[in-house]
């Protein structure tokens, strides 16, 4: 059996940061880990210009703690009104390294988001040219289809028409939840390409209404049948090379989350890497994980992977179950419970 395990250090790209206190009390569990992150841009208000990104990045960097090595990877939120010429600028600046769409309503802050695709396509067109990602929450909004569907109808009303018309442009698919989601990356070119989550790796929709409601096992896109977690965990540990780690840890005070809110969100930052480990052990490819957590992001994005190396060794870790959230406690992804690996100081 194996008992440790060195890999690359990873990155994750796909994280919801917060600001203000909660930032600053969240950031050391992803940075203990992982070298770089995607940083989500849907604060409140919403990040959509370069000025703002940049001045996110640097509150990011002074709440870092000292004698840690972490770089924020800043993306841009996009709207209806979006210019594309700002868009282009802030990337070529190198303030953001991706643009998001979140469709209208269909997570937190969204708000702002776009209301149809058909509204931003001079701003894809720009990104498609000069090679900027574009990363995607993958649901329709509208009332009439289940939540359960979105994101299966968001492959054929949104995204395929979407690289039929910019057939260069590189497309993150976020957090997948679906066999069809699997299925639709893995049936694409190599400019298409998704994350995932440990969330939806490991559970399934039965662990929101375990025990009763249970908000804590809420996000968005909310976890599916069995069969699609297997789907994506086959897809995940596959090998393919189109598929990486995003965790979407997602941080929310337990007040906002035990509450008629209910707010969406899993707060997995603490003990991401060994969340994801231990999928890979049950696979029995533990020694894909390194593809899946180094490699295969910073090839999309065009970067270099990390020289430095983390090890993770088979020690049985007890995750709390509350953690410093700032201002309040936060919940994290399996508190209570008990994790099969454990990150080597």
Not at 105 to 110: E, L, P, Y
Not at 166 to 169: A, K, N, Q, R
């Given at each position: 059996?194996?008992?440790t395990?060195?890999i690359r250090r990873?990155?994750d790209?796909h994280?919801h ?5 909660m930032?600053?009390?969240v ?5 203990r880990?992982f070298?770089?992150?995607i940083?989500m841009p849907n604060?409140?208000p919403?990040?959509t210009?370069?000025?703002?990104a ?12 000292e004698?840690?090595d ?10 209806d009104?979006?210019?594309?010429d700002d868009l282009a600028?802030?990337?070529e600046q190198g303030?953001?390294v991706?643009a998001k769409?979140?469709?209208a ?6 708000a702002?988001?776009?209301t ?6 001079r701003?894809?067109?720009?990104m498609?040219?000069?090679g900027m990602?574009?990363l ?7 009332d009439?289809?289940d939540i359960?569907?979105r994101?299966a ?5 949104v ?6 018309r910019?057939?260069?442009?590189k497309?993150?698919f ?7 989601a ?5 049936a694409?070119?190599a400019r298409?390409?998704a ?5 939806h790796?490991q559970i399934?929709r039965?662990?929101?209404f375990?025990g009763?409601?249970n ?6 896109p ?7 977690r297997?789907a994506?965990?086959?897809a995940?540990?596959?090998g393919s090379?189109k598929?990486?780690?995003g ?6 005070a337990?007040s ?8 969406a969100?899993?707060?997995n930052a603490?003990f991401?890497l060994e969340?994801y480990a231990e999928?890979f052990?049950?696979e029995g ?7 899946f957590?180094?490699?295969?992001g910073?090839?999309l994005?065009g970067?270099?992977?990390n020289?430095?190396?983390v090890?993770?060794?088979k ?7 509350t953690i410093?959230g ?10 209570g ?5 454990r990150?080597?100081?």
């Open positions: 059996m194996t008992e395990i060195t990873p990155d790209w994280l940061l917060r600001d203000g206190a930032m600053e009390a950031l050391p569990y992803t940075a880990q070298a770089r992150a940083v604060l409140a919403p990040v210009t370069a000025a703002a940049a001045a996110y990045r640097e509150r990011i960097l002074a709440a870092l703690p004698g840690m972490f770089t924020p990877l800043m993306t841009a939120y996009l709207t009104d979006t210019d594309p600028a802030g990337f303030i953001w991706a769409l979140y469709p309503g269909a997570t937190t802050n969204s702002s988001g776009v149809d695709i058909r509204n931003i396509d701003v894809v067109e720009r498609e040219k000069i990602p574009f995607a929450h993958g649901e329709v909004t509208h009439e289809v359960f569907d994101e109808r968001f492959i054929e009303e995204a395929i028409p979407l690289l039929k910019h057939e260069g442009l497309f993150v976020e957090h997948i939840t679906t066999r069809d699997a299925q639709f990356v893995e694409g070119d298409i390409a994350t995932v989550t440990p969330q790796l399934n039965n662990a929101i375990k009763g409601i908000p804590h096992a809420y996000c968005l909310v976890a599916k049948r069995e069969e699609h297997l994506v965990r086959k995940a540990t596959g090379g598929f990486f780690l965790t979407d840890s997602a941080p929310h337990r906002a989350k035990e509450s008629a809110c209910g707010c969100g899993i707060f603490p991401a969340a999928v052990e049950e490819v533990l020694g894909r994980l390194e593809a957590a180094s490699l295969d910073p090839r994005y970067m270099a992977p020289e430095a190396t090890t993770l060794e020690v049985e870790t007890r995750v709390p179950g410093d700032g201002t309040e406690p936060v919940v994290p992804y399996r508190a419970g008990t994790m099969g690996w990150l080597k100081a």
